[in-house]
């Protein structure tokens, strides 16, 4: 089975290169998705003992949800990373905050490397976050990572996320984090 070709989005970094969005197929890619969800780095994924089966079943699940959707990111063509969006008035954060419209959830996970770049996951979190504001449709960025995950409560800041407080969710205690288009969009000129 051939992977989906159909780019989405595509934003260039002055020094990393193109990266680019398309859809996540959970067929043709789950044997990808396996390698990056298990590994030990992905350990916030919470899929570290997921069969090639069960990830699968996984991302069946979330691309035909109404409100959830997934996808691969691209560096040079390459897979390497995958991206999640969904509407938190309906998933994952019902009841936990009072979703505005033009709120979209978001999680990111970087692929797993030997050889890791210098400015890599910054850029590709500018790359989601570039896209889903793409959208004029969203307004907000909403993201719930683990409070333990203080890696990427760094790079949440440095891309405009400012945390509200924690919330529990059966399976972890969260940063309620939020981040306006004007907010990226003032880290994107800082970094110019």
Known sequence: MSTPTEILFTRTDAVLGTFAIRPLDPFADAE???????DPKAAFWMMQDATLTEVEREYVRIT?????QAFIGLHEGRPAFLMESYDPAHLELVGLY???PGDVGMHFLVAPTDTPVSGF???VITTVMASLFADPANLRVVVEPDVRNKAVHALNEAVGFVPEREVVKPEKTAL???????????????SI
């Open 32 to 38: 990808l998705l396996h390698g990056w969800v298990t």
């Open 64 to 68: 035909t949800h109404e409100h959830h």
């Open 98 to 100: 009072d979703a505005e």
């Open 121 to 123: 996951t910054r850029a």
């Open 176 to 190: 309620l984090s939020f981040c306006t288009r004007e907010q990226f969009e003032a880290t994107q000129q800082e």
